[in-house]
């Protein structure tokens, strides 16, 4: 079966946000351990607030791969990763990305393997 040329599309936006938790001093780090968790649920409670709901997709996802650089998310279609440190952050995030389509350049990260 060939895949589609162009596939219908649920949301306008998908944010997914690592919630990985390793132990305290694991070598890898975590999302979870820089403090993640309270921001993941900020931006939950900020989507549904907003009514954004309906075009922005959340998910709370496992590792990104980037572990030691955290907390991060990362918005499609666009492709772009963010590190945010604060509440704040994120409701500059939402502001700029989601509702105005700029970005938030001070917490984009450009991340390479």
Not at 59 to 80: K, N
Request: proline share 8%; with cysteine.
């Amino acid at each position: 079966m060939e895949l589609p040329e162009e596939l219908p599309q649920l949301y306008k936006r998908h944010i997914f946000a690592c919630s990985t938790q390793r132990p305290p001093m694991h070598p890898k780090g975590s999302c979870g351990a820089n403090g993640a968790l309270p921001l993941w649920e900020h931006l939950g409670n900020r989507i549904e607030a907003l009514g954004l709901g309906a075009e922005v997709g959340f998910t709370a996802s496992g590792c990104l791969g980037f572990c030691t650089t955290g907390p991060l998310l990362v918005i499609y279609p666009e492709g772009v990763w963010y590190r945010p440190k604060t509440t704040e952050d994120i409701d500059r995030i939402i502001t700029s990305h989601l509702q105005q389509e700029e970005l938030a350049e001070d917490l984009v990260v450009v991340l390479s393997r």
